[in-house]
């Protein structure tokens, strides 16, 4: 039986090969001989196109472990990741609940989609846009000093802040989706029934609906921290001076100091930290799936 | 019953702050572009100059065309591949199957300021260079997984018993895909089509590594213009940008549900 079971597989891998090979050989080339390849680069002197005689060396991770500044960096990239992460549980959760439980029929599917539609517009413009409310004499400088009877200035543009403000609007929309999805799944009738029970609502929210809605919660965060740990695009134009991350200075090594080998050992460094966390909320994710 | 009122009462108002964080700098951006004041200045003054400008900028529309010519491509090749991908899995078992559909996650998954920076090499290093190739290379294979999965979904509603059916009544293999199973998950395949079309357009990162000054996306050339300073013509190449991308996702939304939706 189990011979036959095996023979089955076989030829059934000898039908699918042929629907498999285009997209798979695309994905070697494209993406995993590229991350293999990033892993042998960052142990090397040279780059070994640039004529210059190369070697193997494990300087380049040296370096990271030895200067305070890459590890401070990361450091600075971790933290900006969680407090990021943290703002879009608090703003995206009550939203996802609305949406789920709140909002019926026609109404529910039309904001719903509204609130996921910039999800998948162009993240440049999106940051590139809060630069406008965000600068001084900007529109929130502006309504703000015609609302209030003092002169104040606002002076968030440039600034840690604005950084994770603009973080926040471009990821939020993955916390409201996974949640949603989650929440979406808890049956009304449990919730009725631990109501009828006696349980006040903040019972109910902290012993049924927070337990129950904790693979949605760790989805959206993983979708949100990897991200935004190797982010430099949104620091450059929103943090100005103060906007240097690690992910940024990554992005140096290689249009501005042009140290491929160093730029490829920091990349990898942030890669086996994405692979941890990635890791390690796994299990989490599988036992919902 | 009454507090129930008021919470959901709340709860909706919450929605439209919600709403309102995420489009206002949209629409403010979006508006300033028709302002006449080349440093954002108000009172609001109603010009189209800056648009009617962009089309003396060369090197905009040549980015432009760039980044439209890669998308279209990427969306052939990426429904192409895709679809064939998610047929297989579909219709085959295998060892090393759940291997192999893990394997679409590294791409979703990991940051594209490490894969943007890992293709840079390694195109480097195998003489591929830099330029629009290259884009294109990364762009199919970024996109690819979004494909498979979304075909995936909607083969997961398709009935294996129509396909035995064709066979039964003497349809070869190639009959069977074009008449009986590509026919039921054409929506899928269009959704994905429109995703993978998204998902290159809007690439900024990888694009980003991967061109070199005169072959560009648009992102890219956007971004060289913001770090030297914020124009109304940005805001002007921003908005037709954010109109045609919010239009293709609600188009997509027409072919596929997101979320599960009954």
Known sequence: MAEHVATGSRSGLRSALPLLLPAYLWLTVAIFLPLSAMVFFSSMTE???????WSFTLENYATFFSERLYLTLLLASLRLGLEVTLWCVVIGFPAAYVLAKVLKGRSREAIFLLVILPFWSNGLVRIFSWAMVLREGGILDTALNAVLPFKINIDVMYSYPAVVIGLVHSYVPYMVLTCYLTLQAIDDSLIEAGRSLGASRLQMLRRVIIPLSMPGLVAGAALIFVPVVGSFMEPRILGGRTGTFYGTVIEDQFVAVFNWPLGAALSFILLAVVLVILALTSPVLRRAA | MATTRILEWLGRLYIWLLLAFLYLPIVIMALMSFNV??????????????????????????????????????????????????????????????????????????????TGTAMLIFFFGVGIGRGLFAILLGHVALALPYVIVVVSARLQTFAPELEEAARSLGANQWQVTRRVTLPWIMPGVIAGGLFAFAVSFDQF??????????????????????RKGFTPEINAVSTIIIVVSMALMLLTARFFKFGGEK
Do not use: H, M
């Open chain 2, 37 to 114: 004041s080349p440093f954002y200045q108000l009172p609001f003054e109603w010009t189209t100059e800056w648009y009617a400008s962009l089309w003396q900028n060369d090197q905009l529309i040549s980015a432009t065309s760039n980044s439209i010519e890669i998308a279209v491509i990427t969306t052939i090749l990426c429904t192409a591949l895709g679809t064939a991908a998610s047929l297989a899995f579909y219709r085959y078992e295998f060892r090393g199957k759940k291997f192999l559909q893990a394997l679409l996650f590294p791409p979703i998954a990991i940051p594209w300021l490490i």
């Open chain 2, 205 to 226: 990162v990888v694009s980003y590594f991967l061109s070199t000054p005169g072959q560009t996306t648009l992102p890219v050339e956007i971004y060289a213009a913001i």
């Open chain 1, 47 to 53: 780059l070994p196109l640039s004529g210059k005689a």
